[in-house]
């Protein structure tokens, strides 16, 4: 993308109504813009944002063989009262009546849909397990909206929703999430804890959220520092082999490592002093096991192998899509402005001519443009008639992780500059040196997609 | 995918609901459900083909030049109070009260929201020509909702808004929607034909309506059969090229072709009568120019060449992604089922094992479904222990273009069985020989979206 034709736009000053900082970047880069409280248009450079991260969450789901389709937005308000939730979820709820009169409602999670979809589609053992999500935007009718996407009323988030014949078999569909969540935000950059939480008014007996750590974190949380230590890696995990998920799971659940919920002082104290941590956490996401909590009032069953019907073992599971581009700030950036991962960047590298309008500075950012997209890469080339240090300025702000310069002095030696946005560090190189350095950066985010079966030949 | 863990809940049996058959099939193919009037879950297979839509809208409209975004479903009332259509827009729009009472929308479209989009964050001429869309749901209240996701309440759209500073610049931009749009269509194996129509509630002097011919359109229109023998085809188009987007709109739109809001009969009579045609279309997409209509009460200005402020001119531009699953259904099926055109088919070809358990036909089965995958197709195995009949119509139900047949007599002498469901023809060959073919296929599929720059690297 050429700047001088993209919608990039950036502000100069502090917008005064964000408090922390993924907010006030936001603002600032020209990502998101507020249309009423806690409903966000995303500007183009947050769409892409928010798109590589969708795909992230799309390809590892697809990995574990879950199966994506997608429920609309508005929901039948009858199916709610089936559950009873109806009544019971309070004022969070949006509530709509149409022109009928009917009721309805902006879904602010969805068992109660998936449970009919369910119900009306499989009646034996033999199609489970079976594991079914979507990505869909939700609207939770928050008393106070703010913290820009991070506590938005209008987000998105991937709801999944296993369906088991036993509880034996859900719990292993609950490790496996657990597995593939540990996966899907080490791709972004971001190391997640799960922890053990209390389950809210989607009910249920297990639970762990995902906590990214940072000050700005709505939620307390104690752990054992042992557990930052654990990562996950590259590990080649068969997603139906019992034994392999749950001892992942027990991996990085044998730590302490609980928000205040389920905070217990005693057990905190028996770990050694100089590892116990008190910190704040951003919650990205939570895997739930509520057994029959939903199949047995909406009679989602199955014949069994003895010919008996059973209602069947379900759990949810989220991820957090809109937030996760907040909580990603929040926990990479520095006085300049964001600082990407790799994984989730808008785009792979910025391009700056420093002297636009040189026939030769002009014909060399040309061919470094060209070249990049011709690998398969996505640059955004700084074509504008601005003065190096503004044009540093928005790549520093809009957080690119590298930055190719290409200035007359340097091309006169066929150089340019390649720097780390993180590191600030810069390093002369001939051009295709640099294509070919960042090529080889960006060929462990390419690959990481590419076996999951999701968004083949799109 | 592997059938034996896919949810595919197929009909044996017509659905009593269903008026006409793109409805009746997306129903029996276990496309959609209906979940509340004119509101869809998409199910696993109808998900995939709407991906392949959004994917394929996504990537013409990047290769023209235009900018993706994605605005909130919900808007404030106050945006349409400023333009004046909060209270004019009716019934269809649906109006919500959050807890605090603010006026809230379910947006039906966007024209409104883009302009305070763009009045926030654009001031000069500098930056023109600049187009943004997005694909967003949209909600609108229709009195009877009715064949399925044709007219739903709850539906997904492309809407594209163009700003520039002249007229001339805008209608340029008009041309160049026209011309996208007839790649876009032609991508999805569709025939729609731009038409002159009526600008109802949106307004503006110049619209086309892009209409698929089928008998059970809900539009009637008027057309010089001739119209009918153009085809875009492969030709390469330079979408900042003024003329040769002004070619292509003369070349589409110099035939008679209205619908019948702007139907003449004194000017169709001129028409040879033998090229005179009336038949049915549906409304697939739809190009507006109106000019200053809302950035003058919006006060959506930049400044001029001149230092002098001009409101901007502008148009907006929709495809109905949801809706053109349907319309592909209309235009392009047999009694047996879906046909899907090879561009937006769910999977790209089925493979049917006749002797599921039988170890020869699994393992060639599965080495066929392996080395697909490997070279970046999309198969669905049907491996379920189900009679060949059973199988088959499950296969030509969901319309999948190429089923490769394996059974024990063939394989001994390395032979499997290409069909063709547009055809019906099948031809013996080796597997590799088949899947060739099939890479040979799906080769102009897969390289139509490699150099639009969207997707790139996801």
């Known amino acids: 993308m050429r700047l001088s034709r993209y919608f990039l736009p950036v502000l100069k000053e502090d917008p005064k109504e964000a408090q922390i900082v993924s907010h006030r970047l936001m603002l600032r880069a020209g990502m998101v813009k507020q249309q009423a409280a806690g409903i966000y248009s995303w500007l183009p450079l ?24 997608l429920m609309p937005t508005l929901q039948s308000a009858d199916l709610w009262r089936e559950s009873g939730r109806y009544e019971a979820y309070g004022e969070e709820m949006l509530r709509i009546t149409d022109r009928h009169k009917r009721d309805l409602l902006y879904g602010p999670t969805n068992e109660e849909m998936i449970t009919d979809i369910f119900r009306s589609g499989v009646t034996s053992y033999r199609d489970l397990p079976m594991t079914l999500y979507h990505i869909q935007w939700k609207f939770r009718d928050e008393v106070r909206p703010r913290f820009g996407v991070m506590r938005g009323r209008e987000f998105l988030m991937k709801d999944g929703y296993n369906f088991d014949l036993t509880r034996e078999d859900a719990l292993h569909a609950y490790n496996r999430h657990l597995v593939s969540y540990l996966r899907t935000y080490e791709r972004m950059g971001l190391q997640a804890i799960p922890m053990r939480a209390d389950s809210g008014p989607i009910g249920g007996e297990d639970t762990h959220e995902f906590l990214v750590l940072a000050e700005t974190g709505e939620s307390e949380v104690f752990y054992d520092s042992a557990i930052t230590d654990l990562t996950f890696g590259d590990r080649e995990i068969d997603y139906d082999d019992v034994e392999q998920c749950q001892a992942v799971m027990n991996e990085f659940t044998s730590r302490y490592a609980r928000t205040d919920e389920t905070h217990d002082e005693a057990v905190f104290a028996e770990i050694p002093e100089d590892r116990r941590r008190s910190a704040r956490g951003i919650e990205v996401g939570q895997i739930f096991y509520f057994g029959t909590k939903y199949s047995e009032p909406m009679g989602a069953t199955v014949v069994g192998p003895d010919g ?132 080889k950066i960006y060929r462990p985010v390419r690959d990481a997609g590419l076996d999951t079966g999701a968004g083949v030949a799109r």
Not at 47 to 65: N, P, S, W, Y
Not at 333 to 358: A, C, R, S, Y
Not at 398 to 410: A, F
Request: with cysteine; net charge negative.
């Open 46 to 69: 947050g769409f892409k944002v928010l798109k590589r991260i969708e795909d992230i969450v799309h390809q590892e789901q697809q990995r574990a063989g879950h199966i994506p389709l």
């Open 308 to 439: 008996k019907k059973v209602p069947v073992h379900m759990g949810s599971h989220g991820i957090g899509v809109s937030r996760l581009v907040g909580a990603i700030i929040e926990a990479s950036h520095d006085d300049k402005g964001i600082i990407w991962p790799e994984g989730v960047t808008p785009f792979h590298v910025g391009i700056v001519n420093l002297k636009q309008g040189d026939g030769s500075t002009d014909s060399s950012c040309e061919a470094i443009y060209a070249e990049l997209k011709a690998r398969g890469m996505d640059p955004l080339y700084d074509d504008r008639d601005e003065r190096a240090g503004a044009k540093f300025a928005t790549m520093d702000l809009i957080g690119l992780p590298w930055r190719i310069t290409v200035g007359p002095r340097g091309l006169a030696n066929n150089k340019v500059e390649l720097t780390s946005r993180r590191t600030g560090e810069s390093e002369e190189m001939s051009p295709k040196e640099a294509i070919a350095r960042l090529e």
